[in-house]
């Protein structure tokens, strides 16, 4: 049985991370969608319960699919939670730069690890968190970019907010 760990910021979860739960579920046997959880909090707009919720509701259909947080070094958490294998989605070639270096550390830190990569759907391929929380944040229409779990959160975020 194959465990596999999709990890990220997911902040928030957009419909190309979907795309890619959607699939790695198909090939492995148990998938978890891991939410980093980083202590300089300033980071993310959203904090980890926040996002680890708009996973969940979006994940909530799929059997095999489950959701959880981690902090500290990927290639631990893979030992604590018994899984083999990493799953990235690669959009362009500078994600391929920094992934690449990531995989060749986290086998080094880990050597039970394999990486593996998933190419994002070509009309995903343009989408990522934080063009859509600069969409958002000016009140334009995220539907076609996000499930309406992160869709209904990014509102309530900048509602009260006006070009936050
Ligand atoms: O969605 P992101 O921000 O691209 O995800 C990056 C993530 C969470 C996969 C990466 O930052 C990570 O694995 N962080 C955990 C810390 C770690 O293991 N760093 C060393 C990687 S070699």
């Known amino acids: 049985m194959i465990h596999a760990v999709y990890p990220g910021s997911f ?4 419909n190309g991370h979907l795309d890619i739960i959607r699939r790695a579920n198909k090939i492995y ?3 978890t ?10 980071r993310y707009l959203f904090d980890v319960d926040e996002r680890v919720a708009i996973v969940e509701d979006v994940v909530k259909g799929l059997r095999g699919v489950e959701v959880d947080s981690f902090g500290g070094l990927l290639a631990d958490y893979m030992r604590r939670v018994r899984a083999t294998v990493i799953v990235k989605g690669l959009r362009v070639i500078s ?20 990486t593996t990569f998933i190419m994002t759907a070509t009309r995903w391929s343009y989408v990522s968190s934080t063009r859509v929380k600069e969409i958002a944040r000016y009140g334009a229409d995220v539907s ?17 907010s006006v070009a936050g």
Not at 11 to 14: K, R, S, T, V
Request: charged share 30%; glycine share 0%.
């Open 11 to 14: 902040d928030p979860l957009h």
């Open 29 to 31: 046997d148990r998938l």
């Open 33 to 42: 969608v891991a939410v980093l959880h980083n202590p300089l909090k300033d």
């Open 95 to 114: 994600d391929f730069e920094v992934e690449l270096q990531m995989a060749h550390l986290n086998r080094q830190l880990n050597p039970s690890v394999e």
């Open 144 to 160: 076609k970019l996000v499930p309406p779990a992160a869709q209904r959160k990014l509102r309530e975020r900048f509602e009260s």
